[in-house]
């Protein structure tokens, strides 16, 4: 609370100020008033159309409500700010992957993993993307490493995919059970359930 009056005085005294804005933002989202995040972003980003934080937490909100056409614009925006933003780059691809568009998704997910050689999330990108054009040992190298840096369930579902596809199904099976274990609700659990013919 204190925080939020502390935003919202420095916002009154000086309204054009995107920092309290995005502050202000990043607390809706918190409270779970996504709504009134997504209204002050858009005006944050009308108003300052080359504010990278502010179409970095847009993208983030949109990508995180399911809004992937949405979230697949803001990051293209960034990008064409700032063509060696590693996040946004990885933002880009992962959703592009995920939309069915690989062969894009490639060059975005190589551009952050020469930006950010050492980060789990890039690599991770990089693998999923090998994954859906179908190159699984790629894929596989990419996951393994992702996973090894931070196991989270995403990641390891990922991997137990990729070591399926890739002709390896028992280490597939115990990659799966190890994401099970950490988080059975994601929707890539029920992807993965039905590739191992669980259902």
């Known amino acids: 609370v204190g925080a939020r009056k502390a935003f919202e005085a420095a916002h009154t005294a000086k309204p054009g100020l995107v920092t309290a804005e995005l502050a202000l933002a990043e607390l809706d989202t918190t409270e779970g008033k996504r709504d009134d995040a997504r209204k002050r972003l858009s005006a944050v980003v009308a108003s300052h ?3 990278i934080p502010g179409r970095m937490l847009f993208a983030q909100l949109e990508m995180t409500d399911g809004k992937l056409a949405a979230s697949i614009e803001q990051y293209r925006k960034v990008v064409a700010l700032d063509d060696k933003n590693a996040m946004a780059l990885n933002g880009l691809a992962y959703l592009l992957a995920e939309s069915k568009q690989p062969d894009e998704a490639l ?9 950010a050689p050492d980060n789990a999330a890039v690599d991770d ?4 993307t090998y994954f859906q054009k179908g190159l699984y040992s790629m894929a596989v190298t990419h996951l393994e490493s992702a996973t ?3 196991g989270t369930a995403r990641r390891k579902y990922h991997l137990a995919m990729a070591y399926l596809k890739a002709g ?6 115990q990659a799966f059970d190890a994401a099970y274990k950490l988080d059975p609700n994601l929707p890539e659990a029920q992807t993965a359930r039905q590739a191992f013919g669980m259902n």
């Not at 990108?125 to 999923?128: D, E």
């Not at 390896?168 to 099976?173: C, I, L, T």
């Open 168 to 173: 390896d199904p028992k280490h597939g099976r």
């Open 107 to 115: 060059k975005y997910a190589q551009k952050a993993k020469e930006l």
């Open 125 to 128: 990108t990089l693998g999923w």
């Open 49 to 51: 159309p080359g504010s």
């Open 148 to 150: 090894a840096r931070e």
